[in-house]
């Protein structure tokens, strides 16, 4: 769901900055093909219905309905074209910086950075489905 951010950040849109800096790497795919962990087997459908349930040996693909979700950030992760059933959603760049509700399907890291990045009143798991990792 994430990939990098290109455009322009709303807070600064239409304002002169000065030593602005940056940072690009070539390519990280090299690295993360021999140290991080991808599903090993085919996704099945699990009675999960809460964060705690969740384990660290399995990933997953969540349904998940959030209310009254809004960004802590100038930058917002939830790309709006991602979402079904929003409501008074408030946009920036196709990007949901608040909602009333929405629902999003997403892997278990986007659900983990989500939970960090914005500030919600309900999250409710809707549908889980499961896979075993594997190191690469």
Known sequence: MLGGFTH???FFTSKVLKNVDSYDFTSSYPFVMVSEKYPMSAFKKCNIKNKKQMIDKNAYILVVRFTDIKSKYYNDFISYSKCRN???GVYD???VVSAKSLEITLTDIDFYIILKAYTRKIWDIRKLFGSLWVFA
């Open 8 to 10: 322009a950040n709303w």
């Open 86 to 88: 929003i409501e008074k």
């Open 93 to 95: 760049n196709g990007r």
